[in-house]
């Protein structure tokens, strides 16, 4: 039996550091990093939560696709083994707020578990065709995360 590649991932300080030019970029472009969702890709979102810890706002960009009025992106962290910061914020605090392309908006977060985890799942393996492999990467499955309009 052929063994199945694993696909390349960079450095986690490589990773670290996109991140960090991302978020400057964001910044100085006055948010024209963000991007809908277009037919075979994926958009990009600002999602704003609340510390669990510090109760101080936090912000990160996500990879995004709408699923109906809901907003369905994925809690991996550059894929490394640890939960990142903002799902572990919404776990504690589900809400929060989403700036898109067209504007801003309130979000309450939930983890998508059975059928429509494996729907959510499937339509990211669509926009994304090494997702299964990446997310083999992980120790744990990798959570779908649903954000509702409040």
Known sequence: MAREKKPWLPPR???????????AL???????TLRPPRAGRWGMF????????????????????????DLVTLAMNGWGAP????????RAR??????LVDGRFRVRARKADGE????L????RELDKNLDAY????????????????
């Open 26 to 32: 964001y910044r100085v472009l006055g948010g024209r």
């Open 94 to 99: 589900p809400e929060a707020t989403a700036t």
């Open 13 to 23: 300080w490589f990773i670290r550091g996109a991140w960090q030019v991302h978020r």
């Open 135 to 150: 997310a083999a990467r992980r120790p744990g499955q990798t959570a779908v995360v649903v954000l509702e309009p409040a």
């Open 83 to 90: 939960e990142p910061a903002w799902w572990l914020n919404l």
């Open 46 to 69: 600002r999602l704003t939560t609340l510390g669990r810890r510090t109760g101080r706002e936090r912000s990160v960009i996500l990879a995004y696709f709408r699923d109906g009025p």
């Open 116 to 119: 429509e985890r494996e729907r």
């Open 121 to 124: 799942w499937t339509r990211w």
